[in-house]
């Protein structure tokens, strides 16, 4: 083989990986991940719940918010989310641990399930979830609304009859168009659902 072949052969995978490495630095960067953390405001002095266990269904949710993409609406219409952030999970797998959670910190049930599967009886709480967004105007210009919106039905088991039925909602503007401030408002607005959430569900488990 001739020196020239050779040179040439050489210049040609030179230039392969200094492509591959100028394709390395135009990638696009990972997401950003957040976590939903809110606090709960509920009274754990309360009086326990005596009659059963309570399992906690996975909320269903449309498709686009089955998701973990943090989603936003503009004007009446339109509908996407934020670029390059993520939450740490799907939103209904999010909003079932946040629901767990929330019954174990009030220490009013024996026992809270994820698995209604092993229990002979008891209660089941469904959740669908009709709005988990951050809600501008259309032009924007403000911080956006969260509205966090959950229609929630407790069942008594077994034979799966319904006891109760309601829709249930939190609200929160963010203080600033960015998105930890709009996380921020998620989070109020998240507590303030699962507050309202546990508080129901108690009373109908007490009644």
Do not use: K
């Amino acid at each position: 083989m001739n020196n020239r072949l050779i040179t040439r052969r050489r210049m040609m995978v030179s230039s392969c990986l200094m492509s591959l490495a100028g394709c390395s630095l135009v990638s696009n960067p990972p997401a950003q991940m957040f976590r939903l953390s809110p606090t709960t405001d509920l009274d754990p002095a309360g009086p326990r719940v005596g009659r059963g266990s309570l399992a906690i269904d996975t909320p269903t949710a449309p498709e686009n918010l089955d998701s973990d993409r943090i989603a936003l609406t503009r004007g009446a219409t339109r509908f996407t989310y934020f670029a390059d952030v993520t939450w740490t999970d799907r939103v209904p797998a999010l909003l079932q641990t946040l629901l767990v959670e929330a019954f174990e910190d009030t220490g009013r049930i024996a026992d809270v399930w994820t698995d209604p599967e092993g229990m002979s009886s008891g209660y089941l709480l469904q959740t669908q979830i009709r709005a988990f967004t951050a809600r501008y105007d259309a032009a924007a210009a403000s911080p956006p609304v969260v509205d966090v919106s959950l229609d929630m039905r407790l069942v008594r088991l077994p034979g799966h009859r319904t006891v109760g039925r309601t829709l249930i909602g939190g609200q929160s503007r963010a203080a600033q168009n960015e998105v930890s401030s709009v996380v921020r408002a998620f989070d109020l607005a998240t507590a303030e659902a699962l507050t309202r959430t546990v508080t129901w569900t108690l009373q109908v488990m007490r009644s």
